[in-house]
């Protein structure tokens, strides 16, 4: 393979760049005491990507690695990338980034949540791909501690699947 099929140089510095811009604090990691680099460490990014140390050190290093879409994905979520800077990040790889995601920010479309409130006093709530409530109604909203204060990811269902205690309920004896 011949250097102008690898992957781009500024690949490498825009990996630094953004790992230099995420505190430990940002990936939910413990500061720690004697931290000789910003940012995060080539290792916390390859442990947070799912990929070993070494290889995410050859492509941050330049090395003739190539990322599979896969890999690119992983990276952009250990990144904590926006949709911009994902494509950037395809780019950089010279391959084509795959379409933006459905934007969950927006309002929810007035007819879904009309039904939603219809079926009161059953809850009801709809989730995305990635387990996060995008509409409920209020029973849904008391009954699951959907955006509960104090909660780190209050709408994700599965983060709260597995970190919250479940409520035992008395049977009845006799």
């Known amino acids: 393979m011949s250097t102008a099929d690898s992957?781009?140089?500024?690949?490498g510095e825009f990996l630094r760049a953004k790992r230099a811009a995420i505190t430990p604090e940002m990936a939910d990691l413990p500061p720690g005491r004697r931290r000789r680099t910003p940012?995060?460490?080539r290792e916390e990014v390859a442990t947070r990507a799912s990929m070993g140390a070494a290889w995410y050190t050859a492509l941050?290093?330049?090395r003739d690695v190539q990322p599979s879409d896969q890999a690119l994905a992983c990276l952009a979520r250990a990144l904590l990338l926006n949709e911009t800077e994902r494509e950037?990040?395809?780019?950089?790889?010279?391959?084509?980034?795959p379409p933006r995601a459905i934007d969950n920010g927006s309002p929810v479309n007035p007819i879904l949540q009309r039904l939603l409130d219809r079926m009161e006093p059953d809850p009801a709530y709809?989730?995305?791909a990635y387990w996060e409530v995008v509409a409920?109604?209020?029973a849904a909203a008391?009954?699951?501690s959907i955006e509960r204060p104090g909660d780190r990811h209050p709408r994700n269902k599965l983060w709260w699947m597995?970190?919250?205690?479940?409520v035992e309920t008395q049977r009845p004896t006799g």
């Open 7 to 11: 992957v781009s140089p500024s690949l």
């Open 39 to 41: 940012g995060l460490r």
């Open 60 to 62: 941050e290093q330049g």
């Open 88 to 97: 950037h990040l395809y780019a950089l790889a010279g391959r084509p980034a």
């Open 126 to 128: 709809v989730m995305d």
């Open 136 to 138: 409920r109604n209020a």
């Open 142 to 144: 008391r009954l699951f």
């Open 162 to 166: 597995f970190t919250h205690k479940r």
